[in-house]
């Protein structure tokens, strides 16, 4: 217990509990060594009796600084994780490759990707990047998309609007259900992954289709997150390309 003790007095020098977003677990850690100065000039003492309720007493403050431990190391490895994230180029790469019969695939990139697969899931993917650096991977396709009808353009619409979205849901808005949200309706311009759940940040993503077309300028998308590219963020919208019909298929990291 001394030696859990002093590592928890070193870890509340870690930034990650240091930071305002978790406060309450850099809590959970002081009041561990709290209970710890408290009752540790009384555990040598309390080991020469055999009554059992100081004996339990004992036990429970050994299951509050080791739990408090855990807790502890967990969010160093996410805060060390993140600083990772945070010092990848959030430029967006595209490469591209000859595809089905003579058609190009491209792919757009950004972030965090390539995780190993670690477990599959009801409505996504258990991946990793190293012990302890894990994270969700969620894919979702559109149906084939198509140009826009000439007699569409001649009513005002100058544009195509089909984007592909991640919408985090608070499950409260949705009594209380958590997970992947079917679409309501039939919205043929949104194709959406909802997920209903606590907050997730996106620390990568890859768009890709396969293109009937020549390699440039070949397909345009378009996203409206700046420099960051949705990066850290709690969402994802991508406008895409429906000069040519092709199938769009997005895979993100959260």
Not at 21 to 42: G, L, M, P
Not at 59 to 78: F, S, V
Not at 230 to 254: A, M, Q
Request: net charge positive.
């Amino acid at each position: 217990m001394r030696g859990i003790y002093l590592d928890l007095q070193t870890y509340l020098e870690h930034p990650a509990l240091q930071s305002e977003f978790y406060t309450r677990d850099a809590e959970r850690v002081r009041s561990a060594i709290r209970a710890f100065d408290k009752k540790r000039k009384n555990f040598v003492r309390n080991l020469k009796l055999d009554l059992m309720p100081k004996r339990l007493q004992d036990t429970e403050i050994y299951a509050q600084i080791a739990e408090a431990k855990i807790k502890a190391e967990a969010l160093m490895k996410r805060h060390e994780f993140i600083a990772g994230v945070k010092a990848k180029p959030r430029k967006v790469s595209r490469t591209s490759n000859l595809g089905a019969k003579e058609s190009l695939s491209f792919v757009w990139e950004c972030g965090r990707v390539g995780g190993r697969l670690k477990k599959k899931l009801k409505y996504c993917t258990e991946v990793t990047f190293g012990p302890g650096f894990d994270a969700y991977e969620v894919d979702w396709e559109s149906p084939v998309v198509t140009p826009l009808n000439p007699f569409m353009r001649r009513f005002g619409r100058l544009e195509n609007l089909e984007q592909m979205n991640f919408v985090r849901i608070d499950p409260e808005e949705v009594d209380g259900k958590r997970g992947r949200l079917e679409e309501e309706g039939n919205n043929r311009d949104l194709f959406n992954f909802r997920l209903a759940g606590g907050k997730v940040y996106v620390i990568g993503w890859t768009l890709s289709c396969v293109w009937d077309g020549k390699a440039e300028p070949g397909p345009i998308i378009q996203l409206d997150d700046g420099e960051n590219n949705f990066i850290l963020n709690d969402r994802f919208n991508v406008k895409l390309d429906t000069s040519r019909p092709t199938r769009w298929h997005c895979k993100k990291h959260i």
